[in-house]
């Protein structure tokens, strides 16, 4: 019997554009770009794309963080509370920030935005759990935070010094362990590991990994690198030019991905005997603000044909865990 999986987080036809005035002139920055996505619960879902791809915007807009420039143009975005889904993004700003506080948390790039740099670390956990948390003193705020260090393997002196005296890889753990201290149903990461070595990067996946098996939550992971997303995550969606072009569990994508582009990522990782030069996607990215008609990669694809700079495609489904918009996959 097939286990029935429990869709946690989901969007329809999700747009979320930067509107900018530059030189007189309004520009339209389609960063996420009619997005259908859903994360299921009790897993780590990945967010693969090259720089500029708008990874991090659908980070945002999933997670409420909508500040001008940035606006929802369009869509829908969907939490499930208990046994219901909620539409969040017709919430009101003050009724969706609680929810935010309860139900999900996000750790963003850069860890030092996180901390004030004249608080201890103390400090920054019994602000936010104390904003949280009511009826509780400063003392039993702090013993909570203690032990929420303890439980997530990191020295408990961490929480008695400033931020610029932990190491970046520290630093990036605690962020992560504030982001979890309240038990979050759903956990954003945008890039964790950026600007770690191989070595701290491992450290902050086998944390990440930890934290999801003993909470049972869901991860939602952005990184450029395919690295990481093996290592990590269960299923992984890659997005090109504001839009996602396939998903598949992780298995599935390394050992058989269908979109050209996909491709690419794949075959430009390094390989333990393989001395040969890698290829590398051809060409530039699109500029958000001025795509391509059809589909977004057909000016880099070298499989390009008449109808690919026409129609953008509809997914074409090989089962129920492996979806990819290509007109050479619809054809085969």
């Not at 753990?173 to 890039?191: K, Q």
């Not at 070595?199 to 999801?212: A, E, P, S, T």
């Not at 694809?301 to 979806?323: A, G, S, T, Y």
Request: glycine share 6%.
């Amino acid at each position: 019997m097939i286990e029935e999986k429990t869709v946690i987080l989901r969007t329809e036809h999700l747009k979320a554009f930067y509107l900018l005035e530059v030189h007189g002139t309004q520009k339209t920055v389609k960063a996420v770009n009619d997005v259908d996505i859903q994360i299921y619960e009790n897993e780590i879902y990945g967010i693969a794309g090259e720089s500029g791809c708008g990874k991090t915007t659908l980070l945002k807009t999933l997670f409420g963080e909508i500040v001008p420039p940035l606006r929802l143009i369009d869509g829908k975005i969907f939490y499930r509370i208990d046994d219901d889904e909620v539409d969040v993004s017709r919430m009101k700003s003050e009724a969706k920030r609680k929810l935010r506080m309860e139900y999900i948390s996000y750790i963003p790039q850069g860890s030092m935005s996180v901390f004030n740099p004249v608080l201890k670390i103390k400090g920054t956990f019994a602000d936010f759990i104390g904003s949280h948390v009511h009826g509780q003193s400063r003392a039993e705020i702090f013993e909570l935070a203690r032990e929420r260090i303890l439980e997530l393997g990191l020295p408990k002196n961490v929480l008695d010094v400033y931020p610029h005296q932990l190491s970046g890889g520290m630093r990036q753990r605690v962020t992560i362990a504030l982001a979890a201290s309240l038990n979050p149903r759903i956990m954003i990461g945008d890039e964790p590991t950026t600007a770690l070595d191989v070595v701290v990067q491992r450290g902050v996946i086998q944390m990440l990994k930890d934290i999801q098996k003993n909470l049972k939550n869901t991860i939602v992971l952005v990184t450029h690198d395919m690295g990481v997303h093996a290592n990590i995550a269960d299923r992984i969606g890659i997005m090109y030019a504001g839009k996602l072009i396939e998903e598949a569990t992780t298995e599935k994508i390394f050992a058989q991905p269908l979109h050209p582009y996909t491709q690419f990522l794949i075959n430009s990782l390094p390989k333990f005997g393989d001395k040969s030069m890698r290829d590398s996607v051809p060409g530039s990215p699109p500029s958000l603000a001025d795509l391509p008609t059809g589909c977004p990669f057909h000016p880099r694809c070298p499989h390009v044909k008449d109808i690919c700079r026409q129609e953008m495609p509809n997914f074409h489904h090989l089962d129920e865990n492996h979806k990819v918009a290509c007109w050479l996959v619809g054809e085969a």
